[in-house]
C-alpha cells in the first residue's frame, strides 16, 4: 500500500500555475481509448492499496493505482465480485483506470453501470485539491452525486484518487446456453424472456448464434436452464466477451454502438455482434465515420470509435451545442486552467 497523494497534489498544482497539460496515467491499458492523450504523465500507478473492504457490507475502498485483477482476487477470496463485469486489457490495468473510462460488460444491462456501483470518490480537481464525494453506503444521499460524474469522463474532470464500489455475491449457480439461430429470431425471444422473471444476466449474438447466460440460486438456475432448451456450452465464452478477446471484436475498425435495445439498424456493410441483449452494437465496417454516426443517430443512439486510427480523430459522437457548453462550465468548475487530460474526450474540452 501506498498513499501518494501529497506527491500527485504537489505535481497538479504546479501543472496549474504553469498552465501545463497533464497526461494521467495509471497502468496505461486503454491509451488507444478515446482521443488522443496529450500532456506531461502524471503517474497514479504508485497510488495503490485496498484501504477498507468488509465483506459483509459488500463495499470496498481502493486507491485509483490498485491494479484491478488484486481486487478481484480479494473479493475472490470473499466468493464476491465486480457487479459490472469491467473489461480488462491486461495485468497492469488499475481500478482508477476502470472508473475512468466507465466500460462495463455483458452483465450492464442485468446490475447496472459503473456509476450505479459508486458509492463514492476522492479526487484532486485542477487545483490540485483534495475533494471527496459520496460516501461507502449505498443510501448516502448527502450533497450532489459528484463522483459519478467521473464515471466515463476520461479524467478531464479530476484524479481519481480513490473510489468506493458496491460489490455482489457470487451466483450459487451460472449456466451458458446456446441457440442456433440469427438475430432476426433472437430478437422477439428475447423481449419475451425478458419481460418474465428468469436470472438471466447475460445475452448477446455473435452474428450466427444468441448466447444466454442464467446466473443465481442453483434451483432457480437449473429450472429455467430447463425450460428454456438450447445447448449448454462452456461459460468461458463469457469472460472473452468481457475482455473482448473474442475475433469479433478484434476486427480493425472497430465501432461500440449505444442504441436502443429492439432497434433495427439501417442498411450498414461489416459484420456485428450484438451484446447487452440488442443495446449494444459492436460494429466492424468500411463505411465512413459519418454513415455510421448517422444511422445509430437515426434510431435515438449514439456511435463511438473503440479503437482510433488517426490521433487527431474525433471518436465519440460530437455533443449537441447545449450539452457541450453544459460540460465545457462543468470542465471549468473542476479544472479552471484545463489541464487534465484535455482533448480526451471530445476536442476543446
Known amino acids: 500500500m501506498n ?55 459488500l463495499v470496498l475502498t481502493a486507491r485509483a493505482g490498485t491494479p484491478v485483477l488484486e481486487i478481484e482476487a480479494a473479493l ?16 497492469a490495468s488499475t481500478v482508477g483506470g476502470v472508473i475512468a473510462a466507465g466500460l462495463a460488460g455483458p452483465s450492464r444491462p442485468f446490475a447496472g453501470a459503473v456509476r450505479d456501483h459508486v458509492l ?27 463522483f459519478r460524474l467521473m464515471c466515463g469522463a ?38 419475451r424472456l425478458l419481460g418474465r422473471p428468469l436470472p438471466i444476466d447475460g445475452a448477446f449474438h455473435d452474428g450466427t448464434r444468441l448466447h444466454v447466460r442464467l446466473s443465481g440460486p442453483r434451483a432457480g438456475v437449473l429450472t429455467a436452464a430447463e425450460e ?3 445447448e449448454h456450452e462452456d461459460p468461458t465464452i463469457w469472460d472473452q466477451l468481457r475482455h473482448m478477446t473474442l475475433p469479433n471484436l478484434r476486427a480493425p475498425g472497430l465501432w461500440r454502438l449505444s442504441i436502443p435495445r429492439t ?26 465515420p459519418s454513415q455510421v ?4 443517430a437515426a434510431v435515438g443512439g449514439h456511435a463511438s470509435i473503440f479503437h482510433r486510427s488517426d490521433d487527431d480523430q474525433d471518436v465519440f459522437t460530437r455533443l449537441p451545442k447545449t450539452l457541450f457548453e ?3 462550465r462543468l470542465k471549468a468548475v473542476f479544472d479552471p486552467a484545463g489541464i487534465l487530460n484535455p482533448g480526451r474526450l471530445y476536442q476543446g474540452l
Open 263 to 288: 432497434a433495427k439498424l439501417g442498411d450498414i456493410p461489416g459484420e456485428q455482434l450484438i451484446d447487452w441483449a440488442g443495446g449494444q452494437r459492436w460494429l466492424s465496417t468500411t463505411a465512413s
Open 154 to 191: 476520461m479524467g478531464t474532470l479530476g484524479v481519481i484518487l480513490d473510489v468506493s464500489i458496491r460489490v455482489m455475491p457470487r451466483p450459487e449457480e451460472s449456466i451458458s446456453l446456446v441457440f442456433n439461430e440469427d438475430w432476426q429470431a433472437s430478437q422477439p425471444r428475447l423481449t
Open 326 to 328: 453544459l460540460h465545457k
Open 76 to 91: 475472490a477470496e470473499n466468493n464476491q465480485k465486480l457487479g459490472f463485469e469491467p473489461p480488462i486489457f491486461g495485468p
Open 120 to 146: 463514492g470518490a476522492r479526487i484532486l480537481n485542477g487545483r490540485g485539491q483534495s475533494l471527496r464525494f459520496g460516501g461507502t453506503v449505498f443510501k448516502n444521499v448527502a450533497g450532489f452525486d459528484a
Open 3 to 57: 498513499d501518494a497523494t501529497e506527491v500527485l497534489a504537489d505535481q497538479v498544482r504546479a501543472a496549474a500555475e504553469d498552465r501545463r497539460a497533464l497526461r494521467i496515467v495509471g497502468g496505461d491499458t486503454k491509451s488507444w481509448y478515446g482521443r488522443a492523450p496529450v500532456g506531461k504523465p502524471l503517474n497514479v500507478s504508485r497510488h495503490t492499496g485496498i484501504i477498507d473492504y468488509d465483506p459483509s457490507e
Open 228 to 230: 428454456l432448451g438450447g
Open 293 to 296: 454516426t448517422e444511422i445509430a
